[in-house]
C-alpha cells in the first residue's frame, strides 16, 4: 500500500488552498478522526480523549450518522467538531463530479458542518476548487498515522505520529474496525506523550486558520 503519511512539500504546493496545518507557534495539536461514528470504537475515543480534557475532529461518514445518531450527539455533547466526509465514503478520483457533489450534499443533511475531507484524500482540483468556491474548508493533514494500514503494528504507527508531529499538526486517525487494532493502543499512547510534552489537543473549525472571512 502506498501513501503519503506526511503532507510533504509537493503536496503543499500542488493544493495551497486546501488546509494541511494550523498556523501556530504554541504547543497545539488537532486530532482527527474519520469514517465514524462507530458504535463502540467512537466511544472508546472519546473516552481517551475525556481524560485528558482533548478536543479533537471527527469528519463523518454520513449514512454511519444515519446509523449511529446517539453516539454522533456524543461527540457533539462533548464538545467536539465534526465534518463532512461524504455520505457513503465515495472517492472523488473515481466519482463523476455530479454524483460526488450530490453525495457530500446527502451527507450533509446529517453533518451540519462546512468542513469537508475527502474519503482516501483523494479530490480532484475541479472539485476542490467547486467546494471552496462554496464555502467550504477541504482539510487534509499533516500526519497520517497509518492506522488503517492493516501492514503496519501500533508501533510502526506510532514511530511515524511521534516522529512527524509539530505544533499546529493536524493528525489523522481513523475510528473505524479496520484501523481498531492499531488505534487502541496507538491513540492512549498519543495522547499521554504529548500531553506530557506539554501540549493540549484542540478542535478544528472554520476560524482555525485565523484569517478575516468577511
Not at 48 to 75: H, P, T, W
Not at 117 to 131: D, E, H, I, T, V
Not at 146 to 151: K, R, S, W
Request: glycine letters at 8%; charged letters at 20%; hydrophobic letters at 35%.
Amino acid at each position: 500500500m502506498i501513501y503519503w503519511t506526511t503532507a510533504n512539500l509537493a503536496l503543499r504546493l500542488l493544493y495551497p488552498g486546501w488546509r494541511w496545518s494550523v498556523p501556530t507557534s504554541e504547543k497545539k495539536l488537532f486530532l482527527s478522526f474519520d469514517d465514524g461514528p462507530h458504535e463502540t470504537i467512537t466511544p472508546f475515543v472519546l473516552e481517551q480523549l475525556a481524560m485528558y480534557n482533548a478536543k479533537a475532529s471527527f469528519f463523518c461518514i454520513g449514512k454511519n450518522v444515519r446509523d449511529n445518531i446517539g453516539v454522533y450527539e456524543m461527540i457533539l455533547q462533548q464538545g467536539h467538531s465534526i465534518g463532512n466526509h461524504t455520505m457513503h465514503h465515495k472517492n472523488g478520483w473515481k466519482s463523476g463530479d455530479g454524483e460526488y457533489f450530490s453525495d457530500i450534499h446527502e451527507a450533509s443533511t446529517y453533518i451540519d458542518s462546512k468542513l469537508f475531507r475527502p474519503p482516501y484524500g483523494k479530490l480532484s482540483r475541479f472539485q476542490g476548487n467547486a467546494l471552496k468556491g462554496a464555502g467550504w474548508e477541504v482539510v487534509m493533514w499533516s500526519v497520517l498515522s497509518g492506522d488503517f494500514d492493516t501492514h503496519k503494528n501500533p508501533s510502526e504507527c506510532w514511530a511515524i505520529v511521534e516522529k512527524n508531529t509539530r505544533p499546529g499538526s493536524i493528525l489523522l486517525f481513523h475510528d473505524s474496525e479496520k484501523a481498531w487494532p492499531r488505534l487502541k493502543e496507538l491513540l492512549p499512547k498519543t495522547l499521554a506523550y504529548f500531553s506530557k510534552e506539554g501540549y493540549t489537543f484542540e478542535q478544528l473549525n472554520m476560524n482555525s486558520w485565523g484569517e478575516n472571512r468577511g
